[in-house]
């Protein structure tokens, strides 16, 4: 069963690569862009079957453990 | 006084950080591999720079869960001498050993350059041979040396900190900054004090020939501290 984690910076913090890749898409003459914010996207293939429940738990403690950096980072979960 | 460097896979500065305390200051060294248990009765631990597990995921984040970190995490708690130095310090914030974290520098750069620094605090096992205040040169290399912390706890920190980015003249200013680091914190200790971690290499300023000695005085300061404790 496939999982997708999505791990971003949290807000108010400075995304230093988003920023600059504002600047690049403004200087390729995208106008009207307020910004950027790059985030880390993983899939965790997940062996055998699992209940959502289960496996969205399970995958909660990765991020908790390893995945995010509770100190400046946030995670989504989204199951399939 | 026996220093203990750890190694762990892509660390890369463990060779000279071992050699300036085994050559330089003339101490008893070894290297302890990431997967040992035991700091071999080791009266210091030193976390060297470098590029553990590759910097995947994040720097620091996948050392932190190695064998060794168990037993440095108790020696901590027991009052024992760590400093991290660069990857080192990257480990120390993400084992929760040190508050913050260290982000991608603002410049987006990989910088490696001579800067100064300010002593912040003299009285520090790291620090006593340093005059508060004195203004410092010491060379950083680094892509993730943005020290960052929430603004709830960023005050709570302050008097944990030890050496902060400056200019020639000793000011803190936004271009003495180089990676965008809170405060232009560039080194800081746990609330005992017996936990270092900075981003510059006080072992690539331990020589004359590399052109500065201000880093040997980190680890004769240590030394001091031993020798009092």
Known sequence: MKVKVCITLKPGLLDAQGK????????????????????????????????????????????????????????????? | MKFGVVVFPGSNCDQDCAEVLRDVLRQPVVTLWHQETSLRGCDAIVLPGGFSYGDYLRTGAIAKFSPIMGAISRFARDGGLVIGICNGFQILVEAGLLPGALLRNVGLRFICRFVTLRVERADTPFTNRFRPGQAVRLPIAHNEGRYTVDAKTLPAIQPQVVFRYCDAEG???????????????????????????????????????????????????????????
Do not use: W
Request: hydrophobic share 40%; proline share 3%.
């Open chain 1, 20 to 80: 600059t890749i504002k600047g690049a898409l403004e200087s390729l003459g995208f106008k009207g862009v307020a910004d950027v914010r790059m985030d880390k996207y993983l899939e965790i293939e997940l062996n055998g079957a699992h209940a959502a429940a289960s496996a969205k738990k399970e995958v909660e403690r990765m991020c908790q453990k390893l995945l995010a950096n509770p100190v400046v980072e946030t995670y989504r979960i989204e199951l399939g």
């Open chain 2, 171 to 229: 000011r803190i200013t936004d271009d003495a900054n180089p990676n965008g680091s809170m405060d232009a914190i560039a080194g800081l200790t746990n609330r005992a004090g017996n936990v270092l971690g900075m981003m510059p290499h006080p072992e690539r300023a331990s020589e004359e020939a590399l052109g500065s000695t201000d880093g040997r005085l980190v680890f004769e300061s240590m030394l001091e501290a031993y020798a009092h404790a």
